[in-house]
């Protein structure tokens, strides 16, 4: 668990099936973390860790792809209210290792994304492995509509063309690892 990470969320409920339902073949979710519950300047994100309960090694749930972006709303009104995906920043693409044993599961971004603390923070988890497990996230219960989801046994949901799916009154409890802005740029091409 990050040391100097900012953590969402202490609830302990495991039927909000987020960031991922893994009962279902596919997911996708939004959830939105608002400015006030981060609220740290000048710093990006640089990995993520959701409480994993461990009921068992979760094998068909494993591909994720997940999208960072930043949105002035706090709450979904409709089943149909999904952020694009072309406002968002692909940060991760990946395997995620979800163990049989419960606890806060680390992903490392590939792009960490730069988090402007005056809006609010939506996160899009996109799991793209067929089949399903048993096994769920720890998750906190709120009084608005925080997270929107979909979730298919046949189907694997393209974020790029949703689907209506369904509001959530909560998000998965996170911990968002930060770190510093680079001083330069981020890499340099010579010709």
Do not use: C
Not at 76 to 103: C, H, K, R, Y
Not at 116 to 123: A, G, K
Not at 136 to 160: H, K, Q
């Amino acid at each position: 668990v990050p040391v100097n990470g900012v953590p969402i969320g202490q609830g302990t409920e495991d039927w909000l099936d987020l960031p991922i339902n893994a009962y279902y073949g596919y997911n996708y979710s939004q959830t939105i973390y608002l400015q006030s519950e981060i609220n740290i300047a000048n710093k990006r994100i640089s990995k993520i860790y959701y409480y994993w309960t461990g009921v068992e090694a979760a094998e068909s749930s494993k591909d994720w792809v997940i999208y960072m972006g930043h949105t002035t709303i706090t709450g979904f009104n409709t089943g149909n209210d999904w952020i694009p995906v072309s406002q968002m920043l692909e940060v991760f693409n990946g395997e995620v290792i979800l163990p049989d044993v419960a606890g806060w599961v680390e992903i490392i971004l590939d792009n960490p994304f730069n988090y402007n603390n005056t809006q609010n923070l939506v996160i899009a988890v996109d799991e793209n492995t067929p089949d399903y497990d048993y096994g769920d996230f720890y998750g906190t219960e709120t009084i608005e509509n925080r997270s929107l989801a979909y979730e298919d046994d046949d189907f694997n949901f393209d974020p790029e063309f949703p689907y209506e799916g369904y509001v959530v009154t909560g998000y998965a409890n996170i911990r968002l690892q930060l770190e510093n802005l680079p001083a330069g740029p981020e890499f340099m091409v010579t010709p």
